[in-house]
């Protein structure tokens, strides 16, 4: 089942931008913390990047002044700008969110199925 979608994602060159875009495929009654997780080739599944629901944002220092995240409360979506990409930025992003879908719902995990990002050099 489909939680999230994201797109946006695609092949650019280094140096280049990209900005991927996330929003819920179901109605959810609550969502706190929203974020941006990376899987490299090979590797397993990293965050980059988070917001709270407030608008406090958090970065991991390799992409830290590159990449800026922001979101919607109103359409509960989060995007994700991606400046000066690196070949090492090259991966499946995974759209996040934690919430509830009714009001007496358990808080829980949603996920994207992931776009990709190509970074050639």
């Known amino acids: 089942q489909v939680q999230l979608v994201e797109s946006g994602g695609g092949l650019v060159q280094a140096g280049g931008s990209l900005r991927l875009s996330c929003a819920p495929a179901?109605?959810?009654?609550?969502?706190?913390?929203m974020g941006w997780y990376h899987q490299a080739p090979g590797k397993q599944r990293e965050l980059v990047a988070t917001?709270?629901?407030?608008?406090?944002?958090n970065y991991v220092d390799a992409v830290n002044g590159r990449f800026t995240i922001s979101r919607d409360n109103a359409k509960n979506t989060v995007n994700l700008q991606m400046n000066s990409l690196k070949p090492e930025d090259t991966g499946v992003y995974y759209c996040?969110?934690?919430?509830?879908?009714?009001?007496?719902?358990?808080?829980?995990?949603?996920w994207g199925q992931g776009t990709q990002v190509t970074v050639s050099s």
């Open positions: 996040h969110a934690e919430g509830k879908a009714t009001p007496l719902a358990p808080v829980w995990q949603y």
């Open positions: 179901v109605t959810l009654f609550r969502v706190d913390a």
């Open positions: 917001i709270t629901s407030g608008g406090t944002t």
